[in-house]
């Protein structure tokens, strides 16, 4: 709290590893690459899981749990599966230490050489298709519809807090289908679950769309996706639900007995969002003053601060405030009465808005004269006095938080739309992702050497070819070959 | 559902390694000594974790996340703790593979080895208070009161589904305070907190004890346990919680400014239960038929299954099922409605006695004639017919889920005081552990090494010196000296 965070218009970067540390979100471990997830940041996390775990079972999916660790062979059963995560994988070859000879702590043991290397798992796909086999034998035993919650390892060079760890948690749902049909119907309705939970909980507008061929997840047959856009004007994916054929089930062979009494490959999915999610909330909304959290996955909603100078003071505001906490945690609001005397009602007032506490209530004596408090929104920086012979207080808030809701949404989307360029030429295409950033819709031949040549001239990407695209005929700002539709490019992270 | 389980009284072992498979609950993996947990027995897992979970924050704890990896270095710097982990643990050496050269795999890449090798997890002790040394300052940051749910790995050679696997899932608490005395008080809590959830939730009497020094946790003060009896008369650690003292503070030079402007080291604790809580609750309650779970973590509570013949009688009786479980639904119990007619009502029975359902309702033609249902106890085996104009169906199943709770701890209890035995000398000691297993109360003089050729010569443990024993002179049935009380030997998981 000593001193001011940088702004995002000087250092966007610089704004979001700062606000991350200062708001007890996450730190650097001393293991590179990962990350210490904070208690406060951590709660944030646990909301969203517990959202999202009920909407995967009220979608019909339970949870279960498979091994940490991938045998080396399995990764390479499926060709283009390998060739994406072999690159970047922690790999465990011995079981033992033993005492250095010197005496002075512990070397790897060179007799407790595994038989076989184990990866720890940067996705599960292979040693879950590997247990499919045993659990699939006939279509009465389909579909399968499993969600796992757990860690992932990818051994990333370049690490950010939340946006990209070694270590990250996820979730990750895997789904065996009878028919094709089937399987492409679920990946759609996880991509559709997902971007319910962006909007309506992150408050955050996410793009439903399809990933071009070089963006795809490796080993799916199509990658679904929901991309967000920052306030930097960076794309962000959000999340992904790949439809994967009949890949894994033919690397794993695994089959069924169909309805007419033949032997066929399941078909299958995978899809998954991770802390990732953390990062893209605290990018999209928050401001030069700290986080800027939607109520519905605030840890806290409200924060009552007590005005008082001595004891009496505080006994009698405290009355009061524990009153209205009562009476808010009665409707599951939750709410945290702040009544420290180590700390002043400022230093209080920078603290919760840095935390992004949507709203703040504070007490005051003459609030007790006149049954007044004075209600602060987080995301507006409003103020007002509410005389509580004349309002309810509950029902106030319970609005008000539907309303900040809905006003960070509403934010979002304009910025959103704002950062959203229709670009004919490449000189217009590139100016824009230069000068404006944000989406750029362009026509764009289809081909991945193009997608490649112009992510090597600008660093943008096809983020999606968004699934609500009019068609259009154009030439591809590119090549000028024939498009069929714009896609939407740009910088991404 | 092929063919009847192994009985119990003649090879518990197989009797429990068969259950678990056929009731769904885990499996072994491609990965030796890592099991996959199935949806079935992950729901149970789930129910456990959502209960502590509670408990643990009606005690004041938050939930964090600190990395998978362990640079090796720290786990030398708390002595006894290298020691404890050192042999059994998995080894991160690389962090990329290549492609093989004969183009059939992959292999390690030797010039992806990493600087300094990385442990996966056994503890997170050393990178929690290796982080704890940022967070803590001043008394002003204590007590910190941090909790985690992550998976493990200590490499075992001998494993068993949920008992001991070489990957685990649990919870461990790390705990920082001003004052030894303050610390000891958060262990005992939470060994009291474990002891409430066995009790009350898991219906599984425990002893509250403390170990010897030969068991207690390798980095600790003072372990203190809950063990409870498994129904072939081995005792099985249900919980410990650990009083590190300033061990690991000393380790990471983790020190605080003291209220009267010192600077002294921090007081520790940890606590952890496992899926092995899994394993536990299968091997106390069960019975040749299957599964018996307590109705507070049973993830179906009640079964209604139809019994008819052609559609129409389905479908009338359907009427009145749905109609008992959307009333049971509204009171939180939860019930499944099996209406599927690819089954026989017989094969239903049968597949939900293994799976340990609490309550069986079967309703047939006869009974919507009669408004009634016919209501079986999975835990008794007993059945009763219920008139519905007479008995208010949701009173009477929300008492009987009660009494079933009941019924199975007392059942224990029961189980356990029977196989609980005084031995004075070492002929009786022997005689009972061979002939009746169980614990045995004996006196004993408190050294290690008497400790050590007991469990030689006879295979048992010190389970716990448990906290409410009664102080008694008495000789030592190993070595005759002098003992100031009883401790609990026995046989264990």
Known sequence: MSKALPKRSEDYSLWYNELVKRADLAENSAVR??????????????????????MFKDTGHSNAYFPLFIPKSFLSKEASHVDGFAKECAVVTHYRLKADE??????????AALEEELIVRPTSETVIWSTYKNWIQSYRDLPLLV??????????????LFLRTSEFLWQEGHTAHETKAEAVEETVRMLHVYAEFAEKFMALPVIKGVKSENEKFAGAEQTYCIEAMMQDGKALQAG???????????????????????????????????????????????????????????????????????????????????????????KNISVKFDNRDTYKPGWKFAEYELKGVPL????????????????????????????????????????????IQENIFAKALAFRNEKTTTAD????????????????????????ETEERIKEKTKATIRCIPLDR???????????????????FARAY
């Not at 217009?428 to 404006?436: G, H, M, Q, S, Y």
């Open 33 to 54: 690459g990962c990350m210490v997830i904070k208690p406060y940041g951590f709660s944030i996390w646990e909301k969203m899981q517990q959202q999202l775990d009920k």
């Open 102 to 111: 010197s005496g002075k702590g512990v070397v790897v043991d060179p007799d």
């Open 147 to 160: 969600n796992q919650w757990a860690n992932v390892v990818r051994w990333e060079m370049r690490t950010r």
């Open 240 to 330: 992904t639900s790949h439809f994967l054929g009949q890949n894994f089930a033919k690397a794993f062979d695994v089959k069924f007995a169909t309805r007419d009494g033949g032997l066929e490959y399941v078909w299958g999915t995978s899809w998954g969002v991770s802390t990732r999610l953390v990062g893209a909330l605290i990018m999209a909304h928050s401001d030069d003053n700290g986080l800027v959290l939607p109520p519905k996955l605030a840890p806290i909603q409200v924060v009552i601060v007590p005005i008082f100078k001595g004891e009496q003071e505080l006994e009698a505001i405290s009355v009061k405030a524990q009153e209205i906490k009562d009476a808010l945690s009665q």
């Open 360 to 403: 703040r209530i504070a007490i005051g004596p003459r609030d007790l004269q006149n049954n007044s408090v004075e209600l602060a929104r987080r995301d507006t920086l409003t103020k007002e006095v509410i005389n509580l012979n004349e309002v309810d207080i509950v029902t106030h808030i319970t609005a008000l938080l539907d309303e």
């Open 425 to 448: 030429t490449w000189e217009e295409f590139v100016e824009t992702l230069d000068k404006k950033a944000g989406f750029v819709a362009a026509h764009w031949d289809g081909t991945p």
């Open 470 to 488: 009019e068609p259009e005929e154009g030439t591809c700002i590119f090549s000028n070959r024939p498009s069929k539709g714009r896609v939407l």
